[in-house]
């Protein structure tokens, strides 16, 4: 039986500090090897005089793509006493420069994963 990802999943809200809230949305299977294509560059490599197709991981854009996949909002963001607003240039821009955070999402993303392949093995132990 093959299944269709169609609908993103929802966003699950957790406490940062100081009030602050950021939304995390664990992306889908098929986000997932989207993101892949994405960050993948083909070129050539040459030797001895040849050219052979060369593909590796752009790993900044895989970075910024699955960060961007992974953070689906915030609140309580604040910069000068206004709101920040959750745009992919925001999102790399405080999870380069602020360990708390780049901890906290990172801590937050492998928790998450974790929590999803329970299920889904609980899921399939159960069926």
């Keep these: 039986m093959s299944v269709v990802e169609t609908k993103l999943a929802p966003p699950v809200e957790i406490d940062f500090k100081d009030g602050a809230k950021v939304k995390f949305r664990i992306p889908s299977r098929i986000t997932q090897r989207d993101i892949i294509k994405k960050a993948t560059i083909r070129t050539a490599k040459i030797e001895d005089g040849k050219a052979y197709p060369y593909e590796y991981i752009d790993e900044f854009l895989y970075q910024d793509l699955w960060i961007d996949q992974w953070i689906a909002g915030w609140s309580g963001l ?10 992919l240039e925001k999102k790399m821009l405080i999870y380069m420069n602020d360990e708390g955070f780049r901890t906290f999402v990172n801590e937050t993303i ?11 093995e609980d899921a399939e132990k159960n069926s």
């Design 110 to 120: 492998a928790k998450l994963m974790k929590a999803e392949d329970t299920a889904k």
């Design 78 to 87: 604040e910069e000068d006493g206004k709101s920040i607003p959750c745009t």
